[in-house]
Structure formats: C-alpha cells, structure tokens
C-alpha cells in the first residue's frame, strides 16, 4: 500500500482549552482505503507522543518507510482498508507536517517555539473534527488509538457523542497518575534546562537542546519496556566485554547493553524530534483528565459517551496498567454502555500495543468485523 | 545521644577490584555504644547512595541533625546501643568525609575529580574490614544495610565470611537488573552531559554540574516511591490552582504537586552531593553481582557465607522487589543456611526501609534480641 500525506490549511483560528487560540493552521493526514457513498465507513486514528499521521503503507520509493500502525491497518488487515477508510491526522504542535512550534507564528513570522499555545487532548479532537467536516464525514464508524491516542479516541466520545459509533482506546488510561506526570517532568526539565533550549527559541539560535531530548527519550524507553522484557533482551549483558570477560571499570564508557541502547535510542531521537514538541504533548497527557470537571467521577464523567467501546491493555504494561483501562470499562458499565475488554497477557509492557501479539490483534480483527460500515 | 565523627587514616594504599588502587586514603566513621570486653558486640552498618557514617545520635548543638537510621539504632532501640557498638563508616569516593573525588590526588595535587578511581562494593568491604583492623575488632556480631547496604552486607559474608556472626539485608537485591541499571545510566547521562561537568573535573572551573544532579535525583525519588504512594501524596493535586481550579496551561511552571515535590528534591540535592561521587556510587550498584564469577549461579556463590541471615522486603518495592530478596533468601536456604525473612505489606516503596512501619522495626528489634553481644 502506497500512501501519500495531504495536508488542509485552516483559515479560521481554533478556539482551545486554554483561552487561547491558534490563528491559520495545517493540518497533515493521509488516507487508506475509499470513503463509501454514505460516507458511513471512515475510522480515525489518534496518534501517541512520538508518532504522526504516517499510520499504515508506505512511502513511494521508500521500502523500510512502514507507518507506525501498519500491523493492524490496511488491506485484509485487523482493520481492513478493503471495507474502511482509514484516517491518520498529525496533531496540531507535532513535529511531522501539522502546524508547530517550528512553523511561523503569524504574529512575529518568527518560529513559534515555546510561543505556541498549550493544546490539549480536546483541542486536538476539535482540530480533528474540523478535518472530517472538511472530508464530508459526519460521523465516524470508529475512532481508535494506543496510549496518548487511546484518551483522544475517549475524549472523542465525550466531545462528539453523536459523532462516533466505535471507540477503539488501547493500552491507555483516564488520566496520569503521579509517577506518570512524574516521569513527564523530569523529561521536560531536562529539556528545558539544556542551555542550547533558549528558553525554547533555539531555532534563532541554530542549535537544538539534544542533551535534554536524549535524557526524555531514554527516560520515555525505559517506561515504555516491562521489566520482564528488558531482562529478557538485556538482562546484565556487558556490550562488549573484555577478553577476559572482567568490567571495564569505567563510570562513563558503556559497560552494559542496556546503557547501549538507551543511549543509541537518545541519540536518534534528538536527531528529528522537536524539543518544543516534547514538552506540548507530554503537557496534554498530563492535563488529559475528564473526571476533572465532575469532581473526579469518572462515571458521571463518561455518561455522554454513547458509542461502543473496546478497550484492550497489556498485563506487563507500568506505564497505563490494566488497572486504568478497568476504571473506563467500570464507568462505562456504571452507565450500561457497550463494552469489550481485553486484557492481554504479554510481556512487552506498554510497547505491546505496537506489536505482534496475535492475541491482541486477533481481538482488535474480531471487534472490528463487527463494526458496520 | 550526642555524636561525633572520626576519621581514620589509612596510609597503605587499598588494591581495587579494578585492578587500581588507591593511595593513602581517610575514613570517617562514628561509633555509637560500647565496645565490650571481649570485642564481641560489633555492629557494622553499611549505607546506601545518599548516606554517610552518620547513622544516628545527633551533632552537639544541631538539633534536627538526627542519623539517617536514628529510628532504628540507639539506646533501646532495635539495635540497641546498650547492648551493642555499631559503627557507621562513610565510604570511599563519597563525599561526606571519606577520601572521595573532591580530594586532592596525591599524583597531581588537584582534586581527582573524575580520575578517582572506580570503586565497587566488594572495594568498600575490603575498605571497611581496614577499618575493623584499626579499632581492633576481629569479629562483627552483625553487619547490617538497605539498598546498596545490604549489598555491602552481603558481601561482608562472602570476603570475609569467619568475621560476621550475623548478617542483616534490607530492600536489597543480588545484583542490579536491567531496569535499575538503565536509571542509573539515566541519571548518569544526566551528569556528564551538563556542560557544567566539564569532563569531571568541574572543581577547576568553579562550578557544578546542578542540572545534571537535578534530573538524576528527580529519577532516583520516583524509583524510591511506589505508585501508590506517589498517589496517595500527589495524585493530581495542583500545586497552586487559579482562583478559578483552571489549570495555568503552562509547558514549564509548576502545575501539579509532584512537580513542585520533584524539583525540589532535585535542588536540594544537587547542593551537597558531589557529581563524580554519584556516578562512582550508581556504577558500584551495577556492577555488584556475586553470582557473576560462578557463572550466574547464586547459590554457588553464597555458600562461602557462614553467617546467619535477616532479609526484609517490602511488597511495594519496585526498585529491589521482593522476588529480588527471595533470590538470596533461596540461594542461603539452598545451602543449608540459617535464613530469617521477612516481607512486609507496606505502601512507601524502596523508601520504606528508612521509615517506621511497625511491623518491619519490630522484625528488626526481634532479630537483634537473638544475636549475642
């Protein structure tokens, strides 16, 4: 499947959660599959943190350029692009293609950098509902998403009831406990305290806080992997022991594997992703939090929602533990919602809901045969 | 109980693990109680990354100078000072006292910065065991520690396994899994690439790598902490709501507690702890693993131990789990060794080794009745 990116400019501003506003804005998304006549079979994905609209199939001319879900979308696939269209958006402040920090804020025509403006998980699902008014979809067969993308697919729900038949919310949970909002902090003031951060204006400057963006991203991995699975691939393993098998001795060289691929994950990282970026969207998971304004009843707060609901979380994930996706699926039920719920029994932790387990996407292809289009 | 530190000289150099060695070296330690007569009621206590000799007692004239473990050691507590004389001893390369990489290198005449050399838990023994010799003591009626402590406990048996009658290991582990050790080379990253660091010889220059002692204690608190405590303490509360209970839509202020808890902690710290120490301290932790010569069998390496053994964990520990001190517990038990457990249901995460959960201080008390002075 060979797939191209589009992009729609938005004339009018977005109103968001803050008070403030985006004035003109792109947004970058790319299709799979054909709308039907009644416009009844379109799906939305919802991207994570480190992700884009590069959902499924790939590029011309660039075989390894796979997108970030093309395991479960696309033709014959869980969901299969040969009933759906499937719909991947970049969100608004990323760093692949929809408006951002790095793009002219029309006010200075200077880069935004840390000017531009705090974006929640509702303003992103009211950017993307802008998007499908533009596509001419009212209502959606399904909106879906792993993790970050999983509370936009909920909020989705929330924000736009008659507007979702199917809410597909992965590996993902109501809000950020303290250890989450914890392990975002730190990421962020290890970006923002890089001296080549400028205070978010490094563009002008010509440098990019790399220091900071390794330290979040090696940080990020370590949350993402189970213990299991780290001792399973790492274990205490020396990178490259000696002859004799000692340690090197060193506080600074890399000794262990494990070092070794944090580091290199770091590195690659801070080559293409935007430090302002990092700090917008680990803000929108922190602040993400529907029970918020009904005195935190998650219950009362999901009594809008009136889609169906799969939820799928991963036993070995410390990220979003099963136990967040067990407090939607009890506040869905309070309400006698619809609900499926997965919980799968595998060793990957949080990562598990970008790979193979064919448990998990055997639940996802039977949800969504019964999806209508 | 008014204390004071000493220091003892050690004027031959101590061969390391390593194959270095250091030069004439100092130790500071402080005793608490008496020797008695037959030298026999020696308490050894080993302490973990942000600890010194100042176990308990109080400084003259400083009254919230109280020892880390003053909860647990004293006059009638459970290691009761009446009955023994513990020691506690600050180790090599630390920098509270002990000879550490702030200390002129006797080959320069600067600061060895990071020249020091590294230094490993079996180093610190040996280190301790000089100090033994110098205060005449043969046999200890017990060594004891949590965390990286009770490493350096059990270590005590292995070196010098006819000088311990009693060993006790708190919140401990047999060696570092992959996931204690990708923190450790978190927070190390952290330190060595702050600009301030300066190759680790930051002293010559006037400053201190802060940033880098920030981010790597913002990392170490939340592995202290567990999830639910974290919860219970922080959750979501907002450090300052609005008038209005809004959030401030802010990428870089203080929203939530945790935050404003975080960096904190992490300013605190990076005003007294020396950066090389830290990255002396973490290594030493990662490359502790007894097992590692008997080709990963623990039970092969702990049968040198002769000593009687106390462990407790704690079920909410997640740095060292519970399953990390079974491993020892079944390793002694698979030689025939007299092995007390205990795990405790308590909610403070690794933490909980320094507080006064009933349960685990009565543990410890019922444990010291038993081991003859």
Known sequence: MIVTPQ??????????????????????????????????????????????????????????????????????????TDRFFVIGVNNLGSCFGSTGP??????????????????????????QARLLDALGIQTLAAVMGGSLGGMQALSWTLQYPDRVRHAVVIASAPNLNAEN??????????????????????????VVPKRGLRIA?????????????????FGRHLRDALATGAY???????????????????????????????????RALDYFDPARAHGGNLTAALAKASARFLLVSFTTDWRFSPRRSREVVKALLDNRRDVAYAEIDAPHGHDAFLLDDPRYIGVVREYFRQVGA
């Not at 991203?217 to 691939?233: E, Q």
Request: with cysteine; hydrophobic share 35%.
């Open 181 to 206: 909002i914890a392990f975002n902090e730190v990421a962020r003031r290890a970006i923002v305290t890089d001296p080549d951060f400028h205070g978010g204006h490094f563009y002008r400057h010509g």
């Open 248 to 282: 090197r001795y060193s506080t600074q060289d890399v000794e262990f594997e494990i070092e070794s691929y944090l580091r290199y994950q770091g590195d690659k990282f801070s080559d293409y992703f935007d430090a302002n970026t990092y700090l917008l969207i680990t």
């Open 102 to 127: 790095m793009h002219p804020n029309p006010a200075t025509g200077e880069p935004y950098g840390a000017d531009f403006p705090v974006v929640t998980v509702e303003d992103w699902v009211a950017a």
């Open 7 to 80: 992009t729609h400019h938005f004339a009018e501003p977005l109103p968001l959660a803050s008070g403030a506003s985006v004035a003109g804005y792109d947004l970058t998304y790319e299709t799979y599959g054909t709308l039907n006549a009644d416009r009844s079979n379109a799906v939305l994905v919802c991207h994570a943190l480190n992700a884009s609209h590069h959902v499924a199939g790939r590029y011309a001319g660039q075989p390894k350029s796979e997108g970030w879900w093309d395991n479960m979308i696309g033709p014959g696939k869980p969901v299969d």
């Open 217 to 233: 991203r090696m940080i990020g991995h370590i949350t993402y992997l189970s213990d299991d699975v780290m001792n399973a691939k």
